[in-house]
């Protein structure tokens, strides 16, 4: 079965849908930085793990620049999301991950960053 390319308007690459199952997680893991998620999104990722909303935030996020990120663990010499399966090489909240991953790799900045894309992302092909 063919896999469908996903495109969208301002960008010079396209996504190839299914390939994340192939490429062990690269967009989760690697140069630590801020995993942004909302306060509804931080309560459906509570409720996804049957905690309460205070006891996931003390356990998986932190305050930065006025929002909230997840934490990160180390990871084969650099970093990965806390929520990063090591076994299965996915996200183990992929049903409620926050918008940032969602959007991945179709964020604003990768408009003018496509080689940082295309080497971040091995889904991404040129157009």
Not at 26 to 50: N, V
Not at 97 to 117: G, I, M, S, V
Request: charged share 25%.
């Amino acid at each position: 079965m063919d896999k469908q390319i996903i495109t969208k308007l301002g960008y010079n690459f396209g996504f190839r849908d299914g390939f994340c199952d192939e490429c062990g997680g690269r967009c989760c893991t690697g140069t630590s930085g801020y995993i942004w998620i909302s306060e509804d999104e931080a309560q459906k990722a509570a409720s996804f793990l049957l905690m309460d909303i205070q006891s996931f935030a003390d356990a998986y996020l932190f305050a930065a620049k006025g929002r909230l990120s997840i934490r990160e663990k180390e990871y084969n010499g650099a970093h990965a999301c806390i929520f990063f399966d090591e076994k299965e090489k996915n996200c183990s909240i992929y049903d409620v991950r926050p918008t940032q991953c969602r959007t991945f790799p179709f964020w604003d900045y990768f408009k003018t960053h496509n080689e940082e894309a295309l080497n971040e992302c091995p889904a991404l092909i040129t157009l």
